[in-house]
Each structure stands twice: as structure tokens, then as C-alpha cells.
């Protein structure tokens, strides 16, 4: 069981030691969609022509979620990001949202999960703001798509 | 735009009075799914089997995400849980772990966010520990599956 | 020094004993002031009109603080508000922004501090967003202006 | 609109890339003002010759509140501040208590938002305190004083 | 193994459903002590006659960490303790420091584990504190001394 | 008084300035013990062969703790821990539980409090995990074993 790090040889949870590594320039993209009934979306974009409320909550909950990544995830490094980034946009023929997140940091381990927790967290804003009209919603597709930086250098999803 | 309660008449992010509702008994359940492969799914299952570290570990912060709920969503009210039961399943017929959470609370507003929170948050928890093999695996079918209590009464998902 | 309830008899600071009180329905509204340039405010309001994104990460981060009020303010009280709002306007003739904030919570302490506190850090967000044109901002006039509930009743600022 | 760095050129909120920025010692001084009766004063003066909680609590509370800056603030970056000091002083000619605050770091982005931060926190405690004889109290002046370090190197409020 | 009541009859970790217990008044006294050289002890007390800092910082970090219990212990309830006390008292003779906290809550749940967290980090911040002159201090009889309220009834440590 | 490093000349509390210290390879380790009966022991390892849940959840509390030390522990400063390992130990010999906890970091500062909040939040964990069972449960003995770094240097308990 060796090859799941975050389990030492008795498969016992740890945090990693990466006290060893260079520091390098990191970088991590996620995405998440959102899939709604077609009023629920055109709710969210009257709303978001006029005043961007319900994107802007969303967006804001991401970015403070990546900053929190450390205290939600048990055995994530606390670490101290250089950037984030969290875009939502309304893909009405698919009765869908999409969101993405980029972070980057310099530093000794990877953002990987900060990016997935900003996608996830402003996912979760957007079903509890709209949740009074469509209870349905589903948030699917929760994935890495781009990583940088670090010893195991580019990574790409497929497609 | 009056339907979304999270935003007032001027389309104003404020968190709903939930003052005048009664209490009464409310019940959550929601569910997600992580998609990975086959190698990565048995990597788990044999942890699983002997020491129970990753599922013990998504489970834990699934708990605890549950709890800091409205620090993470930013109109939740902040509640006082009574019950959250976060389970974790394999399901290597579809190379994936399935996870369940039912929240429970006596009170004025209902516990949707928190079942969706402590299920997105074991996923996430999944993901790290499992990222240094599978980098690729899918966080999908975030939804609510069962609702009780408050004045919308019982509400379950289709299917 | 027997008013000041926070110390004991001997000075010490404690949590007050509430747990005598009974609940009642509480409400208290505070404001504040941020003083900036003449073209510091004109950079918000263009921003205000087309996007409002100042001033809607302005009255989400003072939502959040005012549940997060008895982790900041080491006496106080955890409660659980049962009503938050943040209001932000514009006013051009004193090159100033003024925000008002109500807190709602049925229990056995008033949230005075936590419309303080909404109010206090929507201001200090307000600063954060505009430090990088106009260092010069000062916040002031953070007062308590209402408080209603509670054994010594209903409370209003002078004038 | 692109003069508020906070805003990308869409006016959507993010947290400002700061990774390119060279490492650099940075410091930054700000103050408040609580003004209150010469009663209350009176209290805290009594107090603070004895036994210094009122102010000892306070002080404390500003201390944590920095270090919870990018927390409270939801653009701010996280970072480690190597000092935080926080100073409180009776000045019982204006019936005021005047809080400053000074925090350093050496790292890529400023430290205002931690220094501001603490001095506002300092004076709702200030508040909290002594609520209970003077509700009235007013909390003002809240401003940087000075700033060192970085590209914009060194800041000094008028006068 | 279906006594200990965090394991559910598959041994994994829950947070105990409370929903159907009765509120009641609860109360929980813990204690916990620091053992340190007579000069360290000295240095506390000189300090403590003339400014209370130490105590007053530690006292202080106890009733904040009283609150936060249920983001500290993964399964503790989260709940809204009416009142929290934390008392420091040298004791010369023994070289030690004896600290003692109760807290109080009407409720489902009882508030053991938030005495014996408040007497933990009120530790831990006196050894923080006086480590610069003292590596070897050490803390030992963390232990809960009496409870009171709920199903169980009174319940006092021997002797 | 100024051998407490964290009063300044007055007495007061401040987070004591490492700005002008070097980086240096940090690491401290610290134990802790925790007494119970026979009987509740059995229990801890009966369900410790099987599934290892009590353990496990110990664990990561500790692991969580060490990184919300500069929040329980007012005067400590913010860190980015590289490394943290939390170990139990059931020593049925003895009718106790050993747990040891090592933190890293390459730093300004030591990590002699991660570690020693790392075992105290796991000893806590384990008593509320068992208190249905055993409420007289002690911890004890709670202190740092070494400590290796900084100009100070190694540091070992005596024997």
C-alpha cells in the first residue's frame, strides 16, 4: 500500500514530509459544471446581467475556500497561494454552469487541491442560492484539468 | 428575480430571516461519486480491508465539513447539528466509491448544505489521498437525495 | 470594577453566565463610514453600476464576520443569527461610503457586537479593494445606532 | 476600471497574483480610536492599574485577529507575519482609548490588512467589554499610518 | 464494540445523533497542572502580581478554545455554551500551576470535552509562553473532576 | 521579566519579532499519555485489530490540530508545517495509551507548540471517543521530548 503517500508503511495516516523538495513555481486548474433546470439558469442570468450577485457570491466562497484548503482537507499542506482564480459561466444550451479555478503558489507541494476545493465550494454556493427553486441541481464533473510545477512536472487531463 | 431568497429586492446578497419559522425536525441526505481506476480502487480496498485509513480519514473530514458549513457557504445560517453519519462504499463493478451523508437537526432552517458539504469534502478528502497514483479520478453526481422537515415538507430526488 | 461584567470579582476576564437569561427576540443595527477620495468613490460606483463587485465582496465578507464574531471577540457568545444583512451606499457629496448591518437571532444575548463586527470588516474589505489607489482611506463612526430585546430593552443612538 | 487591482478587467473579484513580487521586508503601523465616557474610561483606567484585563484581552485579540486577516478578508492573501504588536493607551484628556497596531513580515505582499485588522478587532473587544455601561461608545480614525517595503516603498498618512 | 458510542456497529467513526435527548443544564469542571522550575514559577508570579499577563493570556486562550471544541474534537457536537470559566492559581509550594474551567450549556449534549479542552490549551499557552526559560515544563492530570445534568446525572472524580 | 520572551518590557503580551532570524531546518517531538481502565482499553483494541478507528480518528485530530496552533495559541506565530506524523500506542501493561507526534519545518521559528497541541488534541480526541465508557480517563505527561534547530539547538528531555 505503499504507493498512496499519505499512508506510512502501516497504513497510518500522515501528513507527507516534503521539507526535502525544492520549492518551485506550482500551478493547478480544476473545473466543476452545475447542471439546472433551464428557469433556474435564467434566473441566475437576469441576475447576473444586472447585478453578477449570485456569480459574484460564488466566486468569492471559491476563492476563500482555497484558502481554507488545509483545514478541510485533513492531510493537505497549510500553504500560502500567490494567486487565485475562480470563473463562472452561465452555458445555457446545456442548462449548466461551469466553473474553474486556477492557484498558484511557490512552494514545496502542489495546488492541486486548492483548485478543487475553490471549484467545489463555489459549486455548493450556487445550489444553496438557487436551492429555494430547484432542489435538483447536480454538481458532476468535479476535475483536475492542468497541473505545473514540481518534480512530476506537466499534467494534463485527457481531452 | 424574487424566487432566489438568498438575494433581496434589489438583487442584494443577505442571509434569509429565518426567524419567524418554527422549528422542527430536519433531515438531509445527499450523495457523490469518485470515479478512478481499477488499480487506484484497489489500492483502497486493500487499505480498506486491513486498516480502514482512507475511508476513516474521508469520513472524518466529511464530519467536520459538515460542521463548518456556514463558515464555507456564505449565506448558511450557522446551526447546531444533532447527527452526521458520512458513509464511504466501493463499487468496483463501476470503478468507484460512492458516499453518503444524512445530516440532522431540530431547528428553523434546513440541512441541505451540510450533507452537500460533507460529501463533496470526503470526495475531495479521496482525491488527496489518492492523487500521488490516479490524478485523473472525477468527483460526479453531487446531489441531494432526500429532504424532511420545514414547511416544504418531504422532497426526494427523481429515480 | 463590578460593571464591567466581562471581569469578575477580582478583575479576571470570564465568558458572562447567560444561562439564567431567558430567550427573547433580539436585533441590533450598526454603521460605519469609509472616507476616501472624490476618485476612489468614482472608481466604485462605475464599478457598482456595471458589476456592483466591490461593494457585493464588501457585504458577503461582512456577513461572514458577523458569524464568525465570537471567534474574534474572545467573550462573546457563540449564537446562531437567525438574520444577517449588509448594506453599502454610496455618498458622493461626502466622499464617503456608509454601511449598515442587522443581526436577528432568538436567544439569551444580544448581537450587538455582531452587527459591529459585520459592519467593521465590510469596511475593512471596502479598504482592502481600494488600498492600491487611495492608502489614505480612514473608517469611522462605528457605532452601535439600535439594539432591541432583551432585559434593558430597546436602546438607540442619540440623535 | 482597472486601477482597482483587486478587479480583473471584467470587474470580477479575484486574488491578486503576487507571485512574480520579490521577497521583501515589509512593516505596517495603523491606528484606532475608542471614545467613550470619562465613566467608562474611569473603569478601564481602574482596572488596567490593577489588573490591565480590559486591555490585556483586547491586545490579545487584536494579536489573533492578524493572524486571521486573509480569513476575515476575502481577497487577502495568507501569509506569516513574523511580529505582531499591538499597543492600547488611555488618553483620558479626550475620553479616548487609542489602539496601534504594528505587524511585519518578509514576504511578497504587503501587511496594512493585518495591521488594520488588528486594531479594528481590538476596539469591538474594547467595546464588548464595556458595553454593559456604555453603549454609545464610538469607534473612529481607523487608518494606516505608515508602510515600508515593496515596489511602492514607503507610505506615511498626512500629518 | 457498541459501547463506545462514536463507533457505530461497524466500528466506524459517527457523530452520535443527540436529537431526541432532552435539553437540560449542563456543567463541566476539568482540571489540568504545569510543572515547571521554581524559577520559571517565580517569573509567572512576579509578572502575575504586577500585570496578570500570562495568566491573563492563557485565560483568554482557554475560553477561546472552549469554543472552538467541536472543530477541534472530529466528533463533539457543536453548541452554544452559556458560560465559560478558566482560573489560573500558582502554587509555590508544589511548583506548579493548577487550572480549572467550567463551563456551562443548556442543551443535548454535554460539555465535558469543552472544560477539558479549555484546561488543555490554557496549558499549553503557559508552556508557550514560558519556553524561552523552560523546555522541560510538563503538563499532566488533564482530567475532568465533575458533570453535571443529562441522562447520566452527577458524576464526580474520585477523591 | 524579560526572560518571558513573549512580554515585552512592560509586561505586555506580543508575538515576539523572528523577522531577523535565519531559516533553519526545524523539528520537535513531544509525547503525551492517556490512563483508563482495563476494560476501556480492551475496547480501544479490540476495535483498534479490527477496523482502527479510534486510532485513526486521534489521529488526524492531532494532525488537524498542529496546524490550527497559531490559532489556539495566541502568541504563536502562523507556519507552514512540511511534516506531521501523530503516533498511538496502546501499552496495556500499563492501562494507558501513548501517543507522539513530530513536526517539521523549515522556518523562523521552532515547532515545539505543533507538536505538543498535535498529542494533546489527540489525547482529548481519545477521551471523548471512550467517555461513554470511562469518564475518569487522565492525561498526563503531556511535554516535548526534543526539539532540533534554531540558534537554541538540541534539546532533549532529561532522560
Given at each position: ?130 436551492k429555494a427553486?430547484?432542489k ?24
Open positions: 500500500m505503499s504507493k498512496l503517500t499519505h499512508l506510512d508503511s502501516q497504513g497510518h495516516a500522515h501528513m507527507v514530509d516534503v521539507g526535502q523538495k525544492d520549492d518551485s513555481q506550482r500551478q493547478a486548474t480544476a473545473e466543476a459544471f452545475v447542471t439546472m433546470t433551464p428557469e433556474t439558469l435564467q434566473l441566475i442570468i437576469e441576475g447576473g446581467h444586472k447585478k453578477g450577485d449570485v456569480f459574484a457570491v460564488a466566486r468569492i466562497a471559491g476563492i476563500q475556500a482555497a484558502k481554507k484548503c488545509s483545514d478541510l482537507i485533513p492531510l493537505c499542506h497549510p500553504l500560502m497561494l500567490t494567486s487565485i482564480k475562480v470563473e463562472l459561466q452561465a452555458l445555457p444550451e446545456l442548462n449548466q454552469v461551469r466553473i474553474e479555478s486556477t492557484c498558484k503558489l511557490r512552494g514545496q507541494t502542489g495546488v492541486e487541491m486548492e483548485a478543487l476545493t475553490a471549484v467545489s465550494v463555489a459549486a455548493l454556493t450556487l445550489y444553496d442560492m438557487c427553486v430547484d435538483g441541481m447536480v454538481i458532476s464533473q468535479v476535475r483536475l484539468l492542468d497541473k505545473q510545477g514540481g518534480k512530476s512536472g506537466h499534467w494534463q487531463a485527457n481531452e
